[in-house]
């Protein structure tokens, strides 16, 4: 599995960014996919996530409202959209394959990883 993640960047306060993250050599398959972030100092926390049919989502609490998750099937690409921005949301951001299928937010239950990509909000 090799992942790239994409679309970081410096917005200001309320802006939005749309983050991608392409399986490049389509090997996924019945995977539960999401989102996580780290902040500087701080635990990777967890975001979003979605099935691999996109029938069900899971949402942090802080980002309920705001962000979406969602995916192309045929692109092998699934996506965060982040709407409303904070400077609180500043961090790197992970996308990742969950050994399940089912939807999850524990982080030990990913077992692949994109390179990270930072988002910066400026208050």
């Known amino acids: 599995v090799q992942l790239q993640a994409s679309g970081g960047g410096l917005v200001q306060t309320g802006g939005s960014l749309r983050l991608s993250c392409a399986d490049s050599?389509?090997?996924?398959?019945?995977?539960?996919l999401g989102w996580f972030r780290q902040a500087p100092g701080k635990e990777r926390e967890f975001v979003a996530t979605i099935s691999w049919r996109g029938g069900s989502t899971n949402y942090a609490d802080s980002v309920k409202g705001r962000f979406t998750i969602s995916r192309d099937v045929r692109k092998n690409t699934w996506y965060l959209q982040m709407n409303s921005l904070k400077p609180e949301d500043t961090a790197v951001y992970y996308c990742?394959?969950?050994?399940?299928?089912?939807?999850?937010?524990?982080?030990?239950?990913?077992?692949?990883w994109g390179q990270g990509t930072l988002v910066t909000v400026s208050s």
């Open positions: 050599k389509r090997t996924i398959s019945n995977n539960a």
């Open positions: 990742a394959v969950s050994r399940y299928s089912t939807i999850t937010s524990r982080l030990d239950s990913y077992n692949y």
